[in-house]
Nanobody, 111 residues
């Protein structure tokens, strides 16, 4: 079993920044894909960003150039730096590592 604990969500004004963190614990495999999906109210879950143990990065089209994913393997933690936030970025952001998911953290972008 792997436990994922997310932090860093909250309320931010348009154009602002937030950094999400997701720390994994438990039965950690060195080979992984970690990242973030998000789900806005009434919409399907969509890809935000992923990173693999091999170094591959993938971003959703709507966040390219604004969001950056990174990891600290010593801490089994993945980060999502979100800049130039827009109201349409408002969603619950879910962290995952391989087949495991976190509980989600709310990000609200509003003035």
């Amino acid at each position: 079993q792997v436990q994922l604990v997310e932090s860093g969500g909250g309320l931010v004004q348009p154009g602002g920044s937030l950094r999400l963190s997701c720390a994994a614990s438990g039965s950690i495999f060195r080979i992984y894909t970690m990242g973030w999906y998000r789900q806005a109210a009434g919409q399907q879950r969509e890809l935000v960003a992923t990173i693999s143990s091999g170094g591959r990065l993938d971003y959703g089209d709507s966040v390219k150039g604004r969001f950056t994913i990174s990891t600290d393997n010593a801490k089994n933690t993945v980060y999502l730096q979100m800049n130039s936030l827009k109201p349409e970025d408002t969603a619950v952001y879910y962290c995952f590592r391989n087949d495991y998911w976190g509980q989600g953290t709310q990000v609200t972008v509003s003035s």
